[in-house]
């Protein structure tokens, strides 16, 4: 069974470029969450998705990002325009809510380095 | 909001060697997940605790909740080198339901070195 899938794995790009970051969930998952983790801050939560709808995306830094789920297999990450502190890696997990507890699978993260 | 301090930020421990991490939260939790990061990759759960006092064990981790439900540790016996990596709590806030909120804030991790 595929796990959480990221594409791309890595990205590269210019200070003012638009970049989109990928995420497939695990079939049958119900929530989705986009996480940022660096160095300095560690590993923090952008945006939660639950049945396609965002629920809370108080922890999406400024307006320059944006988060999409238009159906239960598929959401994006989106920064336009990208600056140099965007750089981190981006980490998109899934999980089943509706029981007790909320274990989280996650992707293997888009490593994002903004020039 | 959910603070999680963890401790120590880094450990370097002689192959065979127990070792103990620590994860505190200002507020009482729903629920605390443990999970595991090597490096470039994603994070693999390794358990949950959800229960005051409850004590959970997968091969040679085990890991604990306290009482208050405010503090854990992770205990890792005869420590091998596949154990290195950074390992992350993650604690599930309280709602005023008495429910999870589903939505995970994490500690800045602890990077294991396990040298062998």
């Known amino acids: 069974d595929a796990g959480v899938i990221q594409s791309p794995r890595h990205e590269v790009t210019e200070m003012g470029q638009e970049v989109t970051l990928r995420c497939k969930p695990i079939?049958?998952?119900?929530?989705l969450f986009w996480y940022r983790q660096t160095m300095m801050r560690g590993l923090e939560l952008l945006i939660y998705?639950?049945?396609?709808?965002?629920?809370?995306d108080s922890g999406m830094p400024e307006d320059r990002f944006s988060a999409k789920m238009p159906n239960a297999s598929f959401s994006t990450l989106k920064i336009q325009p990208s600056e140099p502190r965007d750089s981190a890696v981006y980490f998109c997990?899934?999980?089943?809510?509706?029981?007790?507890?909320?274990?989280?699978?996650f992707g293997p993260g888009t490593r994002l380095t903004v020039l | 909001s959910q603070e999680l301090e963890q401790s120590p930020q880094s450990l370097i421990v002689q192959e065979g060697k127990n070792l103990t991490i620590n994860c505190t939260s200002s507020k009482t939790l729903y629920g605390l997940y443990w999970y595991k990061q090597k490096y470039g990759e994603g994070l693999i759960f390794l358990m949950m605790?959800?229960?005051?006092?409850e004590e959970k064990s997968h091969e040679k981790i085990t890991a604990k909740l306290d009482e208050k439900k405010q503090q854990s540790s992770l205990h890792i016996t005869a420590s091998q080198p596949s154990h290195a990596g950074i390992y992350l709590c993650?604690?599930?806030?309280?709602?005023?339901?008495?429910?999870?909120?589903?939505?995970?804030?994490f500690g800045k991790g602890t990077k294991l070195s396990v040298i062998p």
């Open positions: 605790l959800q229960k005051g006092g």
């Open positions: 993650g604690a599930d806030r309280l709602t005023y339901s008495g429910a999870g909120s589903y939505q995970l804030t």
């Open positions: 079939s049958g998952h119900n929530s």
């Open positions: 998705f639950n049945n396609n709808v965002p629920i809370d």
């Open positions: 997990a899934s999980s089943r809510t509706g029981r007790s507890y909320n274990e989280q699978f």
